[in-house]
């Protein structure tokens, strides 16, 4: 199982992106899906998580301003950002708990740069 992420860019403050991930290969029984990013200089932080019921929770930098939704048939997930700032440049990098292997995945990471 792979995780591919897509979506990332450089817009300017105020802006809005979309990220995309998507498991790739035979994956069974997805439970957790979440978003963490990582800033220059910084350690890797969680942003937001989603259950499979479509629970979904939201660090407090970012609630308000970014959506997480996923599809369940099609193992994929996105996270919907809008009014972005400079602070939420970072690498963002999908996670997926794979309930049946007991196992995490995690996408490549996608940049995103968000100027003042």
């Known amino acids: 199982v792979q995780l591919v992420e897509y979506g990332g860019g450089s817009v300017l403050a105020g802006g809005s992106l979309r990220l995309s991930c998507l498991a790739t290969g035979e994956a069974f029984d997805i439970s957790d899906m979440a978003w963490y990013r990582q800033g220059p200089g910084t350690q890797r932080e969680w942003v937001a998580s989603?259950?499979?019921?479509?629970?979904?929770n939201y660090a407090d930098s970012v609630t308000g301003r970014f959506r997480i939704t996923r599809d369940n048939t099609r193992n994929m997930m996105w996270l919907q950002m809008i009014g972005l700032k400079p602070v939420d440049t970072a690498v963002y990098y999908c996670r997926m708990f794979e309930t049946a292997r007991g196992q995490y995945y995690w996408g490549q990471g996608t940049q995103v740069t968000v100027s003042a």
């Open positions: 989603i259950d499979r019921g479509g629970s979904a």
